[in-house]
């Protein structure tokens, strides 16, 4: 899940930039002040800490990308991803 998600993030930045987001076409293109901070959202060990710590940067990377396109809808998701996020650490 967690994976999936970070692709969507990077799909919602390509869209953002005008970069094809289908089969990750133009993450390469993604400026890396966007892609840096999700490479903590590769899940690299199974462990719970490691999970959360996947989980934090990719939902820091959505509730961005939310507050780049719309911060209205941020404004009012983030407490949700916030209490997700709590929810596992």
């Known amino acids: 899940m967690i994976s999936a998600v970070r692709d969507q993030v990077l799909a919602l930045a ?5 970069l094809p987001a289908r089969e990750a076409r133009g993450v390469d293109h993604v400026p890396p002040d966007i892609t840096r901070p999700l490479e903590s959202g590769l899940v ?4 719970p800490a490691d999970l ?3 989980f934090q940067a990719t939902t820091d990377g ?3 990308e939310m507050r780049l396109v719309d911060p209205e809808l ?8 916030s209490s997700l996020v709590e929810s596992i650490t």
């Open 52 to 54: 959360a710590k996947a």
């Open 14 to 18: 390509c869209l953002r930039l005008g």
């Open 74 to 81: 941020a404004a009012r998701l983030e407490p949700a991803l």
């Open 62 to 64: 959505l509730a961005r």
């Open 44 to 47: 690299r060990h199974l462990e």
